[in-house]
């Protein structure tokens, strides 16, 4: 038998650090790109009527509501250029992105920190305590990253309310909430025809494994804001292929189908072979990835990437975000062989 430490290159590379979908680029973003190549030597067209009546039709909101951009990180600068919060609340731990973009502008920023007894549950109720007359704005990514929690749709309303009350602008970043079982009965799109005050993000980046495309959108009743957005935004700022394959993508409901289906499976099999360890512990995941706490003294994050690279397993190691530390790691949903040898090869080492 032989036991020569295993090489890399006989593993294909797996991003459980990128938390996209597993089933890869949608059979109808191909064709809709093979088929209308030709459309680059035109420019775009600036009303991109088809491509907001699909979003409009996708999230069940008015086309009016609709504001688009080149991904989720332009209309994260966008609403922060021109709102200018002098001071932003931010959850921690949370994505790291936003804080790098704050600091940018020079907000202020203040955190709420989760509760690791809590299992890093957000208790909206201690959040619109916190809240102060001070603020300008409040992101909250649901479900949060890296956490995997999930928040009802009762309490992201509370929170808006209370955000109405103090004049704080509510930005809630649902790059992930496609992931999460039912997700529409959480999302906050709804409550746009309610509050001025909230913008809903969404990326078609993960769900639909198409990072490449840049596309995200912002759902928001707030035409004066609206209108300034459009002030500072070019007038045909999405790709002539993107417009045609997001427009086509929103369509494949096989596609939808099939990728909840697989995410729901492997959730719950990925979560069930690795909480036999215990040397670990695992906070039970909405989304499609999970934090994972490590509970061996001489064993680190670091180590544990560097173990799992071996084996072309590339995992998010957790010692730079905020709240967290080098005892944290966060790992996404594959497919189901290479779901497997991920298991396996953490267990082997923690």
């Known amino acids: 038998m032989n ?37 680059i030597s035109k420019y775009p067209d600036i009303y991109y009527n088809k491509l907001k009546k ?6 069940n909101t008015a086309i009016d509501n609709v504001i688009m951009g080149n991904g989720s990180s332009d209309l994260l600068k966008i609403y922060i250029s021109l709102l200018r919060p002098v001071k932003t609340l931010l959850i921690v731990p949370g994505p790291t992105e936003y804080e790098r973009v704050l600091k ?7 955190y709420f920190e989760l509760n690791e007894e809590d299992e890093f549950k957000l208790d909206s109720d201690a959040l619109i305590n916190y809240l102060s ?58 409550l746009v025809k309610e509050f ?3 913008a809903v993000l969404r990326s078609v980046s993960k769900f639909f494994a198409v990072p490449g495309l840049r596309f995200a959108y912002a759902i928001m009743n707030n035409p004066d804001i609206k209108s300034k957005i459009d002030l500072a935004t070019t007038k045909n700022n999405i790709a002539s292929l993107t417009a045609i394959a997001i427009t086509n993508m929103f369509n494949d409901k096989e596609y939808i189908e099939q990728s909840v289906s697989t995410i729901h499976t492997e959730r719950s099999l990925v979560y069930l072979a690795m909480s036999t360890s215990r040397s670990i512990h695992l906070f039970k995941p909405d989304a499609n990835f999970m934090l994972v706490k490590l509970l061996k003294d001489d064993i680190t994050s670091a180590d544990v990437a560097a173990h799992a690279s071996q084996r072309g397993i590339i995992i998010r190691k957790c010692d730079d975000i905020k709240g967290l530390s080098n005892k944290y790691i966060r790992l996404c949903f594959m497919n189901p062989k290479q779901n497997d040898l991920m298991v396996n090869t953490i267990l082997e080492i923690v």
């Open 3 to 39: 036991n020569a430490p295993l090489r890399i290159e006989q593993y294909a590379t797996v991003l459980y650090n990128a938390n996209l979908n597993p089933r890869g680029i949608p059979d109808s973003v191909r064709y809709a790109i093979k088929d209308n190549i030709d459309t």
């Open 54 to 59: 699909a979003v409009s039709e996708y999230t």
């Open 104 to 110: 940018d502008f020079d907000s202020e920023i203040a």
């Open 133 to 190: 007359d001070d603020m300008d704005m409040l992101i909250l990514a649901n479900p949060n990253n890296p956490t995997s929690r999930k928040l009802a749709l009762d309490d992201i309303k509370n929170i808006a309310k209370a955000c109405q009350e103090k004049n704080i602008f509510f930005l809630i970043d649902e790059m992930y909430i496609e992931f999460v079982e039912k997700y529409r009965s959480i999302t906050a799109v709804p």
């Open 196 to 198: 001025s005050n909230i």
